[in-house]
């Protein structure tokens, strides 16, 4: 079982910047694909970036490419995600995600889900 605990959530205004972090308690955290989703309200969860076990091996929805950086530390356990130049769009709740296989975008390919951090930006 792997229990994942995000942090880092706010209000901040456009332009501005902030940093999550997911602490997964598991031991062998270095295997796990790590990702983060956000789901806003009325909309579905959607894919915002992930990072697996491959150094730089990286991915980045289109919106959001440029300007958010998903980063691992394997010794703490932790994946990051910092988010610069925010928009009001990406306000949502943002989730972290593990799975051991799952590579792609859908939310379904992952097993295990945080509760989530409220990101909020104003205009």
């Known amino acids: 079982q792997v229990q994942l605990v995000e942090s880092g959530g706010g209000s901040v205004q456009a332009g501005g910047s902030l940093r999550l972090s997911c602490a997964a308690s598991?031991?062998?955290?270095?295997?796990?694909?790590m990702g983060w989703f956000r789901q806003a309200p009325g909309k579905e969860r959607e894919f915002v970036a992930r990072?697996?076990?491959?150094?730089?091996?990286?991915a980045y929805a289109d919106s959001v490419k440029g300007r958010f950086t998903i980063s691992r530390d394997n010794a703490k356990n932790t994946v990051y995600l910092q988010m610069n130049s925010l928009k009001p769009e990406d306000t949502a709740v943002y989730y972290c995600?593990?799975?051991?296989?799952?590579?792609?975008?859908?939310?379904?390919?992952?097993?295990?889900w945080g509760q989530g951090t409220q990101v909020t930006v104003s205009s």
């Open positions: 995600a593990a799975d051991l296989n799952g590579f792609g975008p859908r939310p379904r390919e992952y097993e295990y």
């Open positions: 598991v031991r062998t955290f270095s295997r796990y694909v």
């Open positions: 990072i697996t076990w491959i150094p730089g091996a990286t």
